[in-house]
């Protein structure tokens, strides 16, 4: 299946994909440390994952869950995640999450997305994406690099062979524009969190690396 756009975004991830995961990043790290934390109940669950990249994620998802739908744009990424060989029950596919997502509507219990959102200009089809697939009290959990670091000039980028920077085009969302996003879908939040390196103080300069949210589809709405 081939539902991606040709699109910057999905260059960048195939040139980055060999170093992604041997690359020092202390976001993609933390991330990762965020998601095992967070406590979801994912035991006989099913789960998509958008965004997988080279399947950082995708390891811990698969040895919890009982089965794993993992979506990314970029060829280079998935041929990473698939070389972990995590079984039957993991499917990669290559897929834009701004599209309809080949996934029966009420049929998934949890939807993961790490570092994506960033790289989506409109939340609004991702939202809506994932409420419709989730079943009734059905998780959205999101982690995203902290709107205030993208304010401060973060944005994901990677070191080339010739030692430029290459920058992965960005968009920025703020906390408001996920929580409405996510208002919009039928999804209300109930958890946020703003995982930091080291303490925060007033005056340090320091920002949150992280912004980690987990939204939830209403107990008793029908899916559409
Ligand atoms: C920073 S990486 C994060 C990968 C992985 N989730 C992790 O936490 O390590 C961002 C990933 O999002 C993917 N991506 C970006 N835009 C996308 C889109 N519109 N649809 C699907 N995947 C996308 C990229 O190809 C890349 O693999």
Request: net charge negative; hydrophobic share 40%; proline share 4%.
């Amino acid at each position: 299946m081939n539902q991606s756009a040709d699109t910057p975004v999905r260059h960048a991830y195939d040139a980055w994909a060999g170093q992604y995961d041997s690359d020092s990043n202390k976001t993609r790290d933390l991330d990762a440390t965020c998601l095992v934390e967070a406590g979801l109940d994912l035991a006989g669950k099913r789960v998509v994952e958008f965004g997988a990249g080279t399947g950082k994620n995708t390891v811990w998802l698969g040895q919890q869950a009982d089965h794993v739908l993992a979506m990314d744009i970029s060829p280079g990424m998935l041929d990473r995640a698939r070389d972990r060989n995590l079984g039957s029950h993991v499917t990669f596919i290559e897929h834009d999450v701004t599209r309809p997502w080949p996934v029966a509507s009420g049929s998934v219990d949890l939807v993961v997305g790490n570092l994506v959102l960033e790289h989506v200009a409109s939340l609004a089809p991702v939202f809506e994406e994932a409420a419709r697939v989730l079943r009734p009290a059905g998780v959205l959990y999101l982690a995203e690099l902290h709107p205030f670091r993208q304010l401060q000039g973060s944005q994901a980028r990677f070191e080339q062979a010739d030692g430029t920077l290459r920058h992965v085009d960005a968009w920025y969302h703020g906390v408001s524009d996920y929580c409405s996003a996510a208002r919009a879908a039928g999804l209300h939040l109930r958890d946020l969190r703003e995982p930091a390196d080291a303490g925060i103080t007033v005056g340090s300069g320091a920002a949150p690396r992280l912004l980690v949210m987990q939204f939830a589809k209403a107990a008793g709405r029908q899916s559409v």
